[in-house]
């Protein structure tokens, strides 16, 4: 049974850091491909970061030279650096393993980042 969990979530002001962890279990993180999603109230869930088995990394546009993701196969943990935070990158941050052969999506439960102004 594959099962995420995120922690680290915050509430902080503009221009501070925050670091989410997303512990996973039922699977070894070497070789997997994970992500981190989020969801601002009203709008649709959206990627943010990606970081593939072999480590390469992409962002969206919004978050891309302040976010950072990196994962720890030892610990089988995804990690999401989030520097500069801005008001708009409040929201639900969720991490998200996708299998490959059974096109299934699992989920953890997220982790509220509010970020005043």
């Known amino acids: 049974q594959v099962q995420l969990v995120e922690s680290g979530g915050g509430s902080v002001q503009a221009g501070g850091s925050l670091r989410l962890a997303c512990a996973v279990s039922?699977?070894?993180?070497?070789?997997?491909?994970m992500s981190w999603y989020r969801q601002a109230p009203g709008n649709q869930r959206e990627l943010v970061a990606h970081?593939?088995?072999?480590?390469?990394?992409n962002y969206a546009d919004p978050v891309k030279g302040r976010f950072a993701i990196s994962k720890d196969n030892v610990k089988n943990t995804v990690y999401l650096q989030m520097n500069s935070l801005k008001p708009e990158d409040t929201a639900v941050y969720y991490c998200?393993?996708?299998?490959?052969?059974?096109?299934?999506?699992?989920w953890g439960q997220g982790t509220q980042v509010t970020v005043s102004s």
């Open positions: 970081i593939t088995g072999g480590g390469l990394t």
């Open positions: 998200r393993y996708g299998n490959p052969i059974t096109g299934r999506n699992y």
């Open positions: 039922g699977l070894f993180l070497s070789n997997r491909a």
